[in-house]
């Protein structure tokens, strides 16, 4: 398996604009997670889907976030103005609870965002 | 509320033991995992615990101590290649994860 896909890997771009970050998890995984990690706030949950839905997005900073998962091989996470406070490395991960390691989740590699 | 503390940094000498310890205050408790994370990758799974005691997994070992709130993550025989960051995280209803402990091997 090719493990949980991101892209872009880098992103750098200009204060106000629209930034749109791509994951594949890995096939057959029924969760998928959005997370974002800093120096000074460590790895932060933004939102889980459970089977393509919604199940927590109480990680979401504020209404400039939005995510969705319109199928179970794809996944978006949206930013809209982007602010220099979003800059960060931005992971998905995706974990399957029917395995004998439920739970475990496996992390792509990540996006680095800049917003300057 | 809900609070992982574990120490920002450690340093170890390369052959020797170390001990990072984990300490939460959650709501909920199904389970603990520590995660291995080298710099400018991504995090990786070391270890889940769900019940009380010592898991062992190679030169890895994780305690978890759920009355105590408490688990520690022990790496024997360092090597430099083990110079990492080692998350905990513990799943209540949700995954939350510590901020991470950077450890230094010395040669």
Same mark, same amino acid.
């Given at each position: ?116 | ?45 070391? +270890? *889940?615990?769900? @019940?009380?005691? #010592?898991?062992? $997994?190679?030169?890895? =070992? ?8 408490? +688990? *520690?993550?022990? @790496?024997?025989? #360092?090597?430099? $290649?083990?110079?990492? =960051? ?22």
């Amino acid at each position: 398996d090719a493990g949980v896909i991101q892209s872009p890997r880098h992103e750098v771009t200009e204060m106000g604009q629209e930034v749109t970050l791509r994951c594949k998890p890995i096939s057959g995984h029924d969760y998928l997670f959005w997370y974002r990690q800093t120096m000074m706030r460590g790895l932060e949950l933004l939102i889980y889907f459970n089977n393509n839905v919604p199940i927590d997005d109480s990680g979401m900073p504020e209404d400039r976030f939005s995510a969705k998962m319109p199928n179970a091989s794809f996944s978006t996470l949206k930013i809209q103005p982007s602010e220099p406070r979003d800059s960060a490395v931005y992971f998905c991960a995706s974990s399957d609870l029917r395995t004998p390691e439920a739970d475990t989740q496996y992390f792509g590699p990540g996006t680095r965002l800049t917003v300057l | 509320g809900q609070n992982i503390d574990q120490p920002t940094e450690m340093t170890a000498t390369e052959g020797a033991i170390v001990q990072i310890n984990c300490t939460y205050q959650t709501s909920g408790f199904n389970g603990l995992f520590w995660y291995q994370q080298h710099a400018g990758e991504a995090p990786t799974f070391l +270890s *889940y615990n769900v @019940l009380d005691g #010592l898991e062992e $997994k190679g030169r890895f =070992s994780s305690f978890l101590s759920r009355s105590k709130g408490y +688990s *520690y993550l022990l @790496l024997k025989e #360092l090597q430099m $290649k083990d110079s990492a =960051s080692y998350l905990c995280a513990v799943r209540d209803d949700k995954i939350i994860f510590g901020k991470g402990t950077r450890l230094h091997i010395l040669p």
